[in-house]
């Protein structure tokens, strides 16, 4: 059973940058993709990113192109969210996802399509 875990997060000023990780164990050999997903209160979970572990292709939702960039060590198997130029719209819980087995982008970007969920970590953007 994979396992993800997040780090990072906390009170960050708008414009400025936050990185946050997410390691995978217990199988995580059999990952196809890591995503990030954010939830802010009184909303629905929102698609943020998603890199597929092998090939490294990355998706983006339309509120954070430009602005975060998702990455990957493949060796320590673990993912990354650089977010740049936050604004307090950005505030939220951010859950890392990851699916197992090959699939099209409409369900590596949805947060239907994830097989396991971190527990999350919440950042607060102030203005």
């Known amino acids: 059973q994979v396992q993800l875990v997040e780090s990072g997060g906390g009170l960050v000023q708008a414009g400025g940058?936050?990185?946050?990780s997410c390691t995978a164990s217990g199988g995580s050999f059999g990952i196809y993709a890591m995503?990030?997903?954010?939830?802010?209160?009184?909303?629905?979970?929102e698609f943020v990113a998603t890199i597929t572990w092998i090939g490294g292709t990355t998706y983006?939702?339309?509120?954070?192109?430009g602005r975060f960039t998702i990455s990957r060590d493949y060796a320590k198997n673990?993912?990354?969210?650089?977010?740049?130029?936050?604004?307090?719209?950005?505030?939220?819980?951010y859950y890392c996802a990851a699916r197992d087995n090959p699939a099209g982008v409409?369900?590596?970007?949805?947060?239907?399509g994830m097989d396991h969920w971190g527990k999350g970590t919440l950042v607060i953007v102030s203005s």
């Not at 673990?78 to 819980?93: F, G, H, I, K, R």
């Not at 409409?106 to 239907?112: F, N, Q």
């Open 106 to 112: 409409l369900v590596i970007t949805g947060s239907h």
């Open 17 to 20: 940058s936050m990185n946050l």
């Open 60 to 65: 983006y939702g339309d509120s954070v192109k």
């Open 78 to 93: 673990t993912q990354y969210l650089q977010m740049n130029s936050v604004e307090p719209e950005d505030t939220a819980v």
């Open 35 to 45: 995503a990030w997903f954010r939830q802010a209160p009184g909303k629905e979970r």
